[in-house]
């Protein structure tokens, strides 16, 4: 991959853009597309469209999803514990242990997915699959009072992911 497409992947992946929160990242990717197509626009479901040589033919189209599987502010307990609720398809048997941030009106606030400890579980509830209602975000607040002053219901939530390259030019 060349310098300036892994540039501009790496720019697109650092933004957060969750099913419904999609705006900041289609601007990178107008701002890129402007450079090359003869016309960029948005349709009335908030699509954005690209297009080379509009009167060209055979007409070919390239289509890609631009969110990302996040989750959302279900509730909050009254240890500050907060509940989440899927947004798109996630498997919750991976979500123990990641890092997420809530993208909150005050700005980022950094939390951990936990779970029920193992050693607190009893053998029978050792062998059950996790589900996501059994499942929290950590924001190391005190109580629900301290949480609710950083964090409101519905707030969107994205796994704090980091651009990695790996061997062979695999990012």
């Not at 509730?75 to 242990?97: F, L, M, R």
């Not at 939530?157 to 061997?167: E, N, P, Q, T």
Request: proline share 5%; charged share 30%.
């Amino acid at each position: 991959m060349n310098d300036k497409s892994l540039s501009f992947l790496e720019k697109l992946m650092s933004v957060p853009s969750p099913s419904g929160y999609e705006r900041d990242a289609q601007e990178i990717v107008r701002q890129e597309t402007e450079k090359f197509c003869d016309k960029v626009e948005k349709d009335t479901h908030g699509n954005l469209i690209s297009v080379i040589n509009p009167e060209g033919k055979p007409r070919v189209m390239f289509s890609g999803h631009i969110d990302e599987i996040g989750f959302m502010v279900k509730y909050i307990d009254e240890n500050g514990y907060i509940y989440i609720a899927p947004v798109g398809g996630w498997d919750p048997q991976i979500s123990q242990g990641q890092r997420v941030i809530i993208l909150t009106q005050k700005g980022p606030i950094k939390g951990v997915i936990g779970k029920k400890p193992i050693h607190l579980m009893s053998n029978e509830d050792r062998k059950k699959v996790v589900e996501i209602k059994d499942q929290w975000i950590d924001i190391g607040a005190r109580d629900k009072e301290e949480a609710e002053k950083l964090v409101r219901i519905g707030d969107y939530i994205v796994i704090d992911v980091s651009f990695a390259h790996l061997r062979d030019d695999i990012v």
